[in-house]
């Protein structure tokens, strides 16, 4: 008497678990997102807000041809280009008659396609009027991508830099003739004009746009 009452509770109990157990499963499986890689080939147009200061950033995208090109303009100042390549090299340029140009080296290639692989997920929040899915990678950034389109639109760092992202053209791509470091740039005898970084991505990624926003320590 006392068993066969006993033995149908546990069934049941088995059941609950069972069910928990797989909605959990598929939950962290199945349901998480993951950020949408990087197009090969984009444009986009960036509203930068770095403690206050504010510019905008024309970035060109081009994973094919191993390169990567911000174009800086601060408010009422420097239009600064920052020009890197895949075997390590940024250029950091003017193209005014300031003719100014430094060159720098870093031990790592432009962004991956992939680079946001890894990234830890924090759910949904509404940023710019957008509902987001939000992810965070290595305390460095937060990622905030359109739930519905998959495009990128808002990115926070750790330094208080944050990007508003106002067109997001896939495939679109900058003529070879206009990734062309000027002259000056070549040839320079002034031992500070080269400099290498130990340099990780995350460096590489920020340090174009912070020379950028304090554009007089070239
Ligand atoms: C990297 O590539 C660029 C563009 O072709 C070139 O100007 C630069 O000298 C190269 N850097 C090195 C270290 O080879
Ligand atoms: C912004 O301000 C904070 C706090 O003062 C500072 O820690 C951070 O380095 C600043 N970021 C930049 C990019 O200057």
Same mark, same amino acid.
Request: proline share 6%; hydrophobic share 35%; charged share 20%.
């Given at each position: 008497?006392?068993?066969?009452?006993?033995? #149908?509770?546990?069934?049941?109990?088995?059941?609950?678990?069972?069910?928990?157990?797989?909605?959990?499963?598929?939950?962290?499986?199945?349901?998480?997102?993951? #950020?949408? /890689?990087?197009? /090969?080939? =984009?444009?986009?147009?960036? @509203?930068?807000?770095?403690?206050?200061?504010?510019?905008?950033?024309?970035?060109? @995208?081009?994973? #094919?041809?191993?390169?990567?090109?911000?174009?800086?303009?601060?408010?009422? !100042?420097?239009?600064? @280009?920052?020009?890197?390549?895949?075997? !390590?090299?940024? =250029?950091?340029?003017?193209?005014?008659?300031?003719? +100014?140009?430094?060159?720098?080296? =870093?031990? *790592? !290639?432009?962004?991956? /396609?992939?680079?946001?692989?890894?990234?830890? @997920?924090?759910?949904?929040?509404?940023?710019?009027?957008?509902?987001?899915?939000?992810? +965070?990678?290595?305390?460095?950034?937060?990622?905030? +991508?359109?739930?519905?389109?998959?495009?990128?639109?808002?990115?926070? =760092?750790?330094?208080?830099?944050?990007?508003?992202?106002?067109?997001?053209?896939?495939?679109? *791509?900058?003529?070879?003739?206009?990734?062309? %470091?000027?002259?000056?740039?070549?040839?320079?005898?002034? #031992?500070?004009?080269?400099?290498?970084? %130990?340099?990780? /991505?995350? +460096?590489?990624?920020?340090?174009?746009?912070?020379? !950028?926003?304090?554009?007089?320590?070239?």
């Amino acid at each position: 008497m006392a068993s066969a009452t006993k033995h #149908p509770a546990i069934l049941i109990v088995f059941l609950i678990h069972c069910l928990c157990l797989s909605r959990s499963s598929s939950k962290s499986t199945d349901l998480t997102p993951t #950020p949408a /890689p990087w197009p /090969p080939q =984009f444009y986009s147009l960036l @509203y930068m807000n770095v403690n206050g200061s504010n510019q905008i950033i024309d970035l060109w @995208y081009d994973w #094919p041809k191993g390169r990567n090109l911000n174009i800086i303009q601060n408010q009422l !100042g420097k239009r600064l @280009y920052d020009l890197e390549w895949d075997n !390590g090299t940024s =250029f950091f340029y003017t193209l005014d008659s300031t003719q +100014e140009c430094r060159t720098k080296h =870093f031990e *790592v !290639g432009i962004l991956r /396609p992939d680079w946001l692989d890894g990234a830890h @997920y924090l759910g949904q929040r509404e940023v710019d009027g957008f509902l987001c899915n939000v992810w +965070e990678k290595v305390d460095f950034i937060w990622y905030y +991508e359109d739930v519905v389109t998959k495009r990128p639109v808002h990115w926070r =760092f750790f330094n208080g830099m944050s990007a508003h992202v106002m067109t997001f053209k896939e495939g679109a *791509v900058r003529e070879d003739e206009k990734w062309q %470091a000027p002259v000056y740039c070549f040839g320079t005898t002034d #031992p500070k004009a080269e400099t290498t970084s %130990a340099g990780n /991505p995350r +460096e590489r990624m920020v340090d174009g746009v912070l020379r !950028g926003s304090m554009s007089l320590s070239m």
